[in-house]
């Protein structure tokens, strides 16, 4: 395998789109996704918060979506060459390979609706696209380069 060097600010930055996209995605889709998962506004608002922290909820989503965009950028890097193109590829590939897979079987079991199914995988695969697309083509520019850039040697 190649050497794979991880760009901890493409990272961090791909993380943070994808925790922000997250927040839109589930606001614009509240209500179904709500009714889909047998919940009300209600036990959003109250009994959810009462057994877990709104700040022990946001860490571990930012959290995990710093694990997502380190193993993106790890698939993206071992398998060719770094760009938008094959991060977006590597994320689509990942998401049929495991995400789709894995919540058709618990769905289908759990005699869940498509639409459920939609707005949950339908997330994932665009939040993996987004952060495919940022780690894979966010490059550092070599120490060469940039001496080169502003003229020092």
Do not use: H
């Amino acid at each position: 395998m190649k050497n794979i060097k991880l760009n901890w600010l493409a990272i961090l930055v791909a993380a943070i789109v994808s925790f922000l996209f997250e927040a839109i995605w589930f606001t614009v889709f509240m209500k179904q996704w709500l009714a889909g998962i047998g919940r009300t506004m209600e036990w959003l608002q109250g009994a959810a918060t009462t057994t877990i922290s709104p700040g022990v909820q946001y860490a571990t989503a930012l959290l995990c979506s710093i694990i997502a965009a380190t193993i993106l950028s790890i698939a993206i890097q071992a398998t060719g060459e770094q760009t938008v193109r094959r991060g977006i590829f590597c994320a689509i590939l990942i998401w049929i390979g495991f995400i789709a897979t894995s919540w058709a079987k618990e769905y289908i079991f759990e005699v869940r609706t498509l639409e459920i199914f939609a707005i949950n995988t339908g997330y994932s695969l665009i939040d993996l696209m987004l952060i495919g697309a940022i780690v894979g083509g966010w490059k550092k520019k070599s120490a060469t380069l940039a001496a080169r850039a502003l003229n020092v040697d």
